[in-house]
């Protein structure tokens, strides 16, 4: 075992990886347990500009260093650029201090940075959904056309089987379950359209993996841009028909953005997580879209909530899209604002989704380009 010095290490500040093991520092004969004594030590900084951590503190040669083991230290943030030098923060630490201090930052990171992706990248995520629409019916005859009429035929199509051939409606009558059921299509088309492609989106643009300046965390965002695209189109095909043949609309729909923006953080941050986990999982495509199925028929959107039973009900009631199309249905159909409650667990839940599956796809995405 060695003696015990001073010695320095520095840190990228953003990375947290080791940048520079400084030289040791011997202490002086006279310095013993519990006592103090001046010491002089040149740090030699990186020659390449950015943000450092440095930490300085005893070490045993051969041990360990001491604050690793719980003991003080001193922690000195710093810039620099070019030959200039700015100290930003000086502090005594101790090891559980920092390791606090860590867990402050990686949380105020994993809020931050999901927030900060959309808003840095708004130009790029704009202009690639917009090639994405006008490309995905490009040489076709009816055009950009499909976009409505993909969603209209969709409702149609279900309406024929569900309320004219199975009679879903039950003794509410034909003209009521119409408007029941194309309000609870309108945010299952968006919320469905976006989870089904977020398993092989990673895979299906490959080539941008590899490009270390693209954002790759843009990609399920894009998904759940283009799913909100298609739901707006249903919901103008939607507020047409209740304008023109029902209810109307009233007063509730200024609690619309109350139940859109959980509705596409939610979708937003299971985008991001099937993403990245299609690209170690393959068939997670193909599980998706069996499991999207189910999802269909647990959500009230074919039948009548009340026609589910009451013992099972509980249960049914913890599918985040059986808030959502009941959130629709109170704003659209019953002109009444959303039950506080379930919002509120609708909300804590899309935030918890949002930040947990940005913060899976960010750890995730350093192995994608070795898995492609």
Known sequence: ?????????????????????????????????????????????????????????????????????????????????????????????????????????????????????????????????????????????????????????????????????????????????????????????????????????????????KRVIFPLEILPVNLTLMGLVSEGFALAIFLTAVITLGPGVSWAVLYFPAVLIPQLLFTAGLCWFLAALGVFLRDTGQIMSFLLTIWFFATPIVYYAEALPQRFLWLFRLNPMYTIVGAYRNIFLEHSAPHAYPLALLWLLSLAVFWFGHSWFYKMKKSFADLI
């Open 1 to 209: 075992m060695g003696p015990v010095r001073l010695g320095y290490q520095i840190f990228d500040a953003q990375a947290g990886s080791l940048v520079l093991d400084g030289e040791r520092v011997s202490l002086p004969a006279e310095c013993g347990p519990g006592s103090r004594s001046p010491l002089r030590a040149e740090l030699n900084l990186p020659a390449e500009s950015g943000r450092y951590r440095i930490v300085l503190a005893p070490v045993h040669e051969q041990v360990a260093w001491f604050h690793e083991r719980g003991s003080e230290f001193v922690e000195v943030k710093l810039e620099t650029s070019g030959d200039q030098v700015a100290i930003l923060s000086v502090r005594c630490m101790t090891g559980f201090r920092r390791r606090a201090a860590r867990l402050w930052q990686m949380l105020l990171r994993s809020f931050y940075y999901p927030l900060r992706t959309v808003a840095r990248h708004r130009v790029l995520i704009a202009s690639m959904v917009r090639r994405e629409m006008q490309g995905r019916y490009r040489g076709s005859m009816a055009g950009a056309w499909w976009t409505l009429l993909q969603p209209l035929l969709l409702m149609l199509a279900y309406y024929f089987v569900f309320g004219i051939v199975l009679k879903a409606g039950g003794t509410h009558g034909a003209g009521a379950f119409v408007f029941y059921f194309l309000c609870g299509t309108v945010p299952w088309l968006g919320f469905s359209e976006a989870v089904a492609r977020a398993p092989n989106i990673v895979v299906e643009n490959s080539n941008f993996v």
